[in-house]
């Protein structure tokens, strides 16, 4: 066999589906050629080939080397062996394709405008089909939602190259998200797209609770703050809210700039935007009108469209800040009241135990009198009984202050009619370079005690007077109803429920004024911005108010003057009094019985009475004098109200429940409020405040034994 037959027989290897497995036979073709193998750097004639990657040299020894049968059947043994390899190298490389393919996570296919030519194992899985139903033109309608239709091809029109996301329908009807990774690519010569499908509904799901969860979070903050920032790194990107109505920018002023652009402390707004996240802070907003707004800022981490973002809450606080200055005024006004309620309890202790010691030295003063009329003796007990009658008036002062007026007799009063009565007495007493302006309407009755509310309207006059320090000057007197409050009442001193119809005294001079720290003591006992004076005009006058269920309420600045104003319960008109004449006391001497445990009192009792006729027994107790009651009845107890062991609406009332209709006088320096409210109508005839003069003593005991 010759080398033309060689070629032949190479060239059927050439002509093999499958090139690897014809290169396997050239070795057994050679040797049927009578080619044997040598070593490739021995043989001078050879023909050589290459398989997986090994060289084989053959060689003939009747074959010259020059022969050009044996270079042509070279060049096919060339030929075969690179056809061999460029097939086993696209095999590898299917095999790899096919693994990726297989192994993939996500869905591929590959498609001619449309028709799919080519989809892997994962897309068939994840769309519920084999395989090769996936080929064809009609995968797009069957595996695309109607409703996405349209922008699927719109996309395979513009041979878009991108992500986006379409709703995949399964070979069962279930619906899921899908999101499509195309990319333009080519097969040969022919162009194609190669599309990536992953099953996103889990992760669309997510988003969806997450955009809900930011949705929620938003709402949450609407109702939370006034308004609210969204901004990264400091540049605002969204805002929600009221934020026009607080500081004046509308929404495009604002997107786009930084926050500090709008902070009245831009250094410290940075600072801690620059830190971060902080508990809830006070920050100071500015204004399109330059106005600072106190804002209380919190914020927190949150997601926008997928970035990290801050979202901060902004609350004005400007109402608490107001509510806080109404909280610190209110404190402030509860300390004053609790302090000046302090010095009145005080004041009235003292007091009562004052009266006690002034029953007995202005009595047996005036006992003294009566039977010393001459001499210098005579001079001598005047001079005690003007001083016990002036330390009356003192202790007077300081019970009316503490509010303890006692049993006053109250009637309906016209205030203006009073006022315009003071003014003419007053005449004397106020300064001459002083224009005084009555402006006085119609329906001012309260109900009061007429001695009382002299003192507090001559107090209040005299105080205005001495205001303008001597300078022409006016004081202006205003007498009308007050049926409405403004807020400047709400720290006013005296009674805490203020009347809802009342009438309102208001006494204004343009004098010399009060600074702040003045207003505040002004109304406190024994201080006095006067050179001579005991401190206790005003707070008596705060007193008597606080005793007729009224309040008191002063404004002044240095160099304005003062405005002092009186708020009292508005009463009816006062009724007619028929005056009944009161019978002259005969027959035998009257029983007194007393009923006080200061023995000092009694003993001047005794005298005063025993001089002038009476008969006297003495109760040093409350529970005594019941005990004198089980064994005979008087004629008349004195009965003192303030005692140790039981006071004295205690034992009127156990008198009233034994049936006795024996008259009663009560005594005492003041009546606390709840005594007083423990006394039925009409149980007593009469009162006698301490300190009392003898001829007052008899006037009232008097006045209660006719009355029986």
């Known amino acids: 066999m010759g080398l033309s037959e060689l070629v032949l027989r190479l060239s059927e290897v050439l002509r093999a589906e499958d090139p690897a497995k014809g290169l396997e036979q050239v070795e057994g073709v050679l040797s049927e050629l009578g080619f044997s193998q040598c070593e490739a750097a021995s043989a001078d004639r050879r023909l050589v080939f290459t398989r997986d990657s090994k060289r084989f040299c053959f060689a003939r020894a009747d074959v010259g080397a020059d022969d050009p049968s044996l270079s042509v059947a070279q060049r096919l043994l ?4 690179e056809l061999a390899a460029e097939r086993e190298q696209h095999r590898r490389t299917a095999e790899r394709m096919e693994m990726l393919s297989q192994a993939s996570f996500e869905g591929i296919f590959i498609h001619s405008d449309g028709v799919v030519i080519d989809a892997n194992q994962r897309l068939a899985e994840m ?23 349209a922008g699927v091809r719109a996309r395979l029109r513009d041979r878009y190259e991108g992500e986006y996301v379409i709703t995949g329908v399964r070979k069962d009807g ?19 797209r190669v599309v990536a499908v992953r099953d996103v509904t889990e992760r669309e799901r997510m988003l969806q609770l997450l955009r809900e969860g930011e949705r929620q979070l938003a709402d949450l903050a609407q109702q939370a703050f006034d308004f ?31 926050v500090a652009d709008f902070s009245a402390t831009r250094a410290a707004t940075e600072q801690r935007i620059a830190r971060g996240h902080t508990p809830a802070v006070e920050m100071y907003a500015r204004t399109v009108s330059g106005e600072t707004v106190p804002l209380e800022i919190v914020a927190v981490s949150a997601t926008r469209e997928g970035q990290r973002v801050t979202l901060a809450g902004a609350r004005d606080l400007r109402p608490q800040h107001r509510l806080a200055a109404e909280r610190r005024k209110f404190e402030q006004q509860v300390e004053r009241t609790q302090r000046l309620e302090s010095l009145g309890v005080l004041a009235g202790g003292i007091a009562h135990d004052f009266n006690n010691l002034l029953v007995g030295i202005q009595g047996n003063a005036e006992l003294l009198r009566e ?38 007799r109250k009637e309906s009063i016209d205030l203006g009619e009073l006022v315009r009565e003071l003014r003419h007495l007053l005449d004397a007493t106020l300064s001459k370079k002083a224009t005084v302006d009555l402006q006085i309407e119609s329906n001012v009755h309260v109900l009061g005690n007429r001695a009382r509310l002299t003192q507090v309207i ?62 505040l003591r002004v109304f406190e006992p024994f201080f006095s911005t006067k050179d001579r004076g005991h401190g206790l005009g005003l707070a008596a006058c705060l007193g008597i ?15 304005k003057g003062s405005l002092f104003s009186v708020l009292l319960p508005a009463s009816g008109p006062a009724q007619v009094a028929v005056d009944k004449q009161r019978p002259l006391r005969k027959g035998p001497p009257r029983q007194v019985l007393i009923v006080d445990d200061e023995q000092l009192v009694r003993a ?35 009965l003192d109200m303030t005692m140790r062991d039981m006071d004295g609406a205690h034992v009127l009332s156990e008198v009233r429940t034994r049936g006795l209709q024996v008259p009663v006088v009560l005594a005492s320096g003041y009546m606390a409020p709840e005594l007083e409210r423990r006394l039925q109508q009409g149980a007593f005839q009469g009162f006698l405040r301490k300190p009392y003069a003898i001829a007052e003593l008899l006037d009232v005991v008097e006045g209660a034994l006719a009355s029986a």
Not at 465 to 490: C, F, H, N, Y
Request: include cysteine; aromatic fraction near 4%.
């Open 78 to 81: 060339d030929l075969c062996s």
């Open 604 to 638: 001047q009792l005794r005298r005063s009475l025993e001089l002038r006729g009476f008969r006297v027994e003495e109760a040093g107790s409350g529970r005594d004098a019941l005990a004198v009651l089980d064994e005979r009845v008087p004629d008349l107890i004195v």
């Open 545 to 559: 108010v606080s005793s007729h269920a009224g309040s008191m309420l002063v404004e002044s600045e240095p160099g």
């Open 228 to 258: 609210t920032v969204t901004h990264k790194n400091g540049l605002i990107i969204d805002l929600d809210g009221k934020f026009k109505e607080l500081l004046g920018f509308e929404r495009s002023e604002l997107i786009g700039k930084m």
């Open 458 to 519: 001559m107090n209040l006059l005299t105080n205005a007077s001495d205001a303008l320090q001597g300078q022409p000057g006016k004081i202006t007197v205003r007498v009308r109803p007050a049926p409405e409050l403004d807020e400047r009442w709400d720290v006013a001193l005296g009674s805490p429920n203020k009347p809802v119809n009342g009438v309102l005294l208001e006494v204004q001079d343009d004098g010399a004024g009060m600074d702040e720290q003045t207003v």
């Open 371 to 408: 039977s010393i009329t001459e001499g210098p003796d005579a001079e001598s007990v005047r001079g005690i009984v003007e001083g016990s009658r002036r330390a009356a008036e003192l202790v007077a002062q300081m019970l009316a202050y503490a509010g303890r007026g006692g049993a006053d």
């Open 174 to 192: 279930s619906r899921f998200r899908a999101e499509l990774q195309a990319k333009q690519g080519r097969l040969g010569e022919r162009p194609v």
């Open 127 to 149: 769309l519920g089909y084999e395989a090769h139903e996936l080929i064809g033109d009609q995968t797009t309608e069957m595996c695309v939602a109607p409703e996405d239709l």
